[in-house]
């Protein structure tokens, strides 16, 4: 079975610092890897994700991601946090084939505070 | 164009009705999803539809959920006998065929069982 652990509930970061929030998982097989936010009373929006190729992804609002196999993580990053980052993140993945569920698997969240 | 609409927003009923949600995907996308999203909970897959056929249904908590999609595009989830531990979003994406195709979202419904 495949899985996605946030370890993070919260996240506190200064406005202008740089933000990472931590996500791993466990799939048979290669990945594909996605980092989606939620506003609040709003559906998923689609951030990023991970097919294949280079490690590092970049994506909307000037958040990145970094995939690592041999830790099984792909961190979302942001040089520079805003206030309006402020939401709740979420990663999931899909394994590329061989019986994997056909949906995404999600982690639980991380809500991602940004101080002004 | 435009995203992925659900209807109704929200929705409050009584323990042991029943109750359908409605879901437009994006215009040509093959594939469409639905997940239940529990307060304070990350995403739980309920239902794949490739066309108008449901090769993985794996995920439906139990008999008395079940989804229909029609003509590749509208897709109702009806549950029938509500309970309360049916209170959740029910989210619907969609999205093109192959598996690392970025699914998108619609707002959900949110569904209060009293």
């Known amino acids: 079975a495949q899985s996605v652990a946030q370890p993070e509930d919260q996240v506190n970061v200064a406005e202008g610092n740089p933000l990472t929030v931590k996500c791993t998982y466990s799939?048979?097989?290669?990945?594909?890897l996605f980092w989606y936010v939620q506003y609040p009373n709003r559906g998923l929006q689609f951030l990023l994700k991970?097919?294949?190729?280079?490690?590092l992804v970049k994506g909307s609002y000037g958040f990145e991601a970094e995939f690592n196999k041999s830790q099984t993580s792909f961190h979302l990053k942001k040089p520079s946090a805003l206030v309006s980052d402020s939401a709740l993140y979420f990663c999931a993945v899909r394994a590329h084939s061989g019986g994997g569920a056909d949906g995404l698997t999600f982690g639980k969240g991380t809500h991602l505070i940004i101080q002004p | 164009g435009a995203g992925v609409s659900q209807s109704p927003s929200n929705k409050v009923t009584e323990k042991g009705k029943d109750v359908e949600l409605r879901c437009d995907p994006i215009?040509?996308?093959?594939?469409l999803y639905w997940y239940r999203q529990r307060l304070g909970q990350g995403l739980e897959f309920l239902i794949y539809f490739q066309g108008n056929s449901a090769p993985d249904k794996s995920g439906l908590p139990s008999d008395r959920f079940s989804a229909e999609r029609t003509g590749e595009s509208v897709s109702t989830l009806t549950i029938q006998r509500t309970q309360q531990e049916d209170s959740a979003v029910y989210l619907c994406?969609?999205?093109?065929?192959?598996?690392?195709?970025?699914?998108?979202f619609g707002p959900g419904t949110r569904l209060l069982v009293l």
């Open positions: 991970y097919i294949t190729g280079d490690n």
């Open positions: 215009s040509g996308h093959t594939a």
């Open positions: 994406a969609s999205s093109f065929l192959t598996r690392s195709e970025t699914q998108y």
């Open positions: 799939v048979s097989g290669n990945p594909y």
